[in-house]
């Protein structure tokens, strides 16, 4: 089997059902043959090593570990998953304590034992926010670590693909941007659907209200149909994501990403961006002044959640940034 790189793959979480998906996606889509798996809770750990062994993959060298010196040393490329999941009447925001404080450890690792790693995807929630304790804590640049983020874009996709009947590949332009939760701003203006623009294809306002609260309820939907939160869709996304940063398929849904600019300051979100070999690029999104409106409300939930775990104590205050991680 041809590989895209030989360079080590390490899948953190690796135990749960997000990060065994991961590790089977990455092997079947031939990313690298040198995959680590890790994780704290070892009988997990040992069982999803044991299936994996058991796909009988070609030629590849899969190890598993609860040791982060292990683990982390000389990775190139890493997907987290290891947080706490989400249950039912909860939402992503719930999760921004424990989960940060799992982040920063989690930056820590990188910081400590592998340096010279080249890019890294976190998708555990609340992602925009652990994504960016992760970047502060790792000393990494910011073109080197993105979040997941589109999943509630892939929601609003098949959500208008059925509204009309259509494959989902037809529907193009279907994109979230801002925060990964509740507060994320749904942008319409340039969908389009079998080539159609959305405004031409008649879809009633209130219509269109009940496809964007389906959207950005979709995680909530899959728990509640499921009985625990999503798993095949993130670690397919995530897989992408890294095969994208390893040099394959260039990955052009949202991802969270660091921003910085005039008008965004210090804050992890999801915009328009392109994940390729050199890491992840954006752009300032383009929409319609309601689109922009609720985009810029999204940005301030987001700075209320950075704002509050640099109260715990988790990240330092903003001006102390550069002195934690001088990329940025």
């Not at 969270?256 to 804050?267: F, S």
Request: with cysteine; glycine share 10%; proline share 4%.
């Amino acid at each position: 089997m041809k590989f895209l790189t030989e360079e080590k793959l390490l899948i953190v979480g690796a135990g749960g059902m997000i990060g065994s998906n991961m590790a089977q996606s990455a092997l079947m889509l031939g990313l690298t043959p040198n995959v680590c798996l890790y994780d704290i809770y070892e009988p997990g750990l040992k069982g999803v090593l044991a299936e994996i062994d058991h796909c009988g993959f070609d030629g590849v060298n899969v190890t598993a570990t609860i040791d982060p010196a292990v683990a982390f040393k000389d990775a190139k490329y890493i997907i987290s998953s290891g947080g706490a999941p989400r249950k039912e009447g909860m939402t992503r925001e719930d999760l921004l304590k424990g989960n940060c404080q799992i982040a920063a450890e989690f930056g820590d690792n990188i910081k400590k034992f592998c340096p010279d790693v080249k890019h890294v995807v976190v998708i555990f929630n609340p992602a925009d926010v652990t994504a960016l304790t992760a970047l502060i804590h790792s000393g990494l640049k910011p073109e080197q670590l993105t979040s997941l983020a589109a999943l509630d874009s892939t929601r609003l996709q098949e959500a208008l693909a059925q509204e009309f009947g259509v494959q989902q590949c037809k529907v193009t332009g279907a994109h979230t941007y801002g925060g990964h939760g509740e507060a994320m701003a749904v942008f319409a203006s340039q969908v389009k659907v079998d080539g159609k623009p959305l405004a031409e294809m008649g879809l009633g306002a209130e219509r269109f209200a009940e496809i964007k609260h389906n959207t950005i309820q979709g995680g909530s939907n899959i728990i509640k149909l499921r009985g625990r939160s999503s798993f095949q869709s993130p670690a397919y996304n995530a897989v992408k994501m890294i095969e994208a940063a390893m040099g394959g398929d260039k990955f052009t849904w949202p991802a969270g990403t660091y921003v910085n600019n005039a008008k965004y300051q210090n804050v992890m979100m999801a915009m328009p961006t392109v994940i390729d070999a050199t890491g992840v690029h954006y752009v300032m999104p383009e929409g319609t002044a309601e689109e922009i409106a609720a985009l810029d409300a999204s940005y301030a939930h987001l700075c209320k959640m950075r704002d509050e775990i640099i109260s715990l104590g988790i990240i330092p205050a903003t001006a102390d940034w550069k002195q934690a991680n001088p990329n940025l």
